[in-house]
């Protein structure tokens, strides 16, 4: 089943079940997939609709930071909890070991030896395993390798 097709019958079943918060997160997401579609003029691949989801959790995420350092909690985990909903169409993260393993192998067949290369290893990485790795745990991980 493809991703649209699922997010769509979430919905429906949401509805129904009067789940008004999942109902809001799926619609909003349903929006954001819809604008893409009409920005590309053609159907969305599961590739294209992951870019989209992807895009909201990065927007959700700094959302939660930017409410956590304003002491707005309540507005903090109304952010969390849609973070949650958008997730669970996301392919399981990497682990940070699956990530070392990963950066490892990429930093040898792209042959690079400096930090000048991180953009290249993050790149190559990123579009092997869209939505599956947290940027900043990532970058971290490269640029240790890379140094040592």
């Keep these: 089943m493809q991703l649209t097709e699922r997010i769509e019958k979430d919905f429906i079943l949401a509805y129904k079940k009067k789940e008004s918060e999942k109902v809001a997160v799926l619609r909003m997401i349903k929006a954001a997939l819809k604008n893409k579609q009409v920005e590309l003029k053609k159907d969305l691949s599961d590739a294209e609709v992951l870019d989209v989801l992807i895009k909201e959790v990065k927007q959700r995420q700094e959302s939660i930071r930017q409410f956590s350092q ?64 947290d940027g900043r745990e990532l970058s971290a991980i490269v640029r240790e390798m890379l140094s040592t």
């Design 70 to 133: 304003a002491g707005r909690h309540d507005l903090s985990l109304k952010e969390q909890n849609e973070l949650e909903i958008i997730k669970s169409y996301l392919p399981s993260p990497l682990t940070t070991g699956e990530m070392r393993q990963i950066a490892a192998e990429v930093i040898t067949e792209l042959d690079v030896s400096d930090a000048k290369g991180m953009g290249l290893v993050m790149k190559a990485i990123a579009q092997r395993y869209p939505g599956r790795t």
